[in-house]
């Protein structure tokens, strides 16, 4: 067995860098009525491989760092959400 750590694999190089970030229609994730100042925002994009990519930043720095998630990455987030896989236990 080798020692070497190979570097893990990246399946949206090819694509993170060709997203259309400028035009995407970029929608803030804060409960009904109110106004987070440091929000996540999120945009899906598409892409000319035929699939639609979605995209997450921080309302704080739009130019900043951008998550890409493929759709099957951001159905299981969602569901994970739906499930209350990442509620905070109760006090």
Known sequence: MSDQHSSPVDDKAGVRHVLDL????????????????DAIEFAFVPHSDGLTYT??????????TVLVFTPSEWDAFVAGVRDGEFDLPAN
């Open 55 to 64: 995209a997450l930043r921080s309302s704080t720095e739009p130019d900043g």
């Open 22 to 37: 400028e035009t995407a229609h970029w929608q803030r994730a804060e409960p009904a009525g109110e106004t987070i100042p």
